[in-house]
């Protein structure tokens, strides 16, 4: 009996050994590829203050070699420390890409926003390292969490603006991930 459960043993040990020899790292370009996972809003507003919605994006993302993300150190050097480059012209430390879309009230479409200042790519902000500074590549996989506090005091944004959001992100390759479209969230509400 005690030698058929030792056998037994070593017979599941071998299995799953030849088991996990069989299994492979997950394969994906060394672009970013991410999927609109959820949008929620937190509204906030704290006594005699400007209310504030924080809006939480969340991403699915897939990078073939894992470089996603920005350390401080990172933006201190190019291509990261530029200025006037990437997607929106404010430069490579911006790795997280986010352009507002408005209704109309009257025509009830969505309207790329610019705020007043005229500067495409205001609201575009930056998420750290996924990885540390000396990992090897590998592929990377998961959700990426990002949020964006909006005041709605009427400058730009007023409470009942529905607006919706497209998203890319950039890797530290300066690779561009496809662009996402959220769902449509109504702030102060």
Partial sequence: MNLFRTFSMAAAALAGLSLSSCLNAPEYPVEPSIDFKSLTMVRNKPAGQTEID???FALDFRD???DLGLSDDDIKVAPWNSTTDGPNKRGYSYNYIIQPYKKNPVTKQFEKFINVGGVQGEYDGRFLRLDEA???PAPLKGTLNYKLPINIDGSPFFPG????FEISILDRSLHQSNTITTTEV???Q
């Fill in 54 to 56: 924080t809006l939480k």
């Fill in 161 to 164: 603006d529905v607006l919706r």
């Fill in 134 to 136: 000396d990992a090897r």
């Fill in 64 to 66: 073939g070699d894992g």
């Fill in 186 to 188: 109504t702030l102060g």
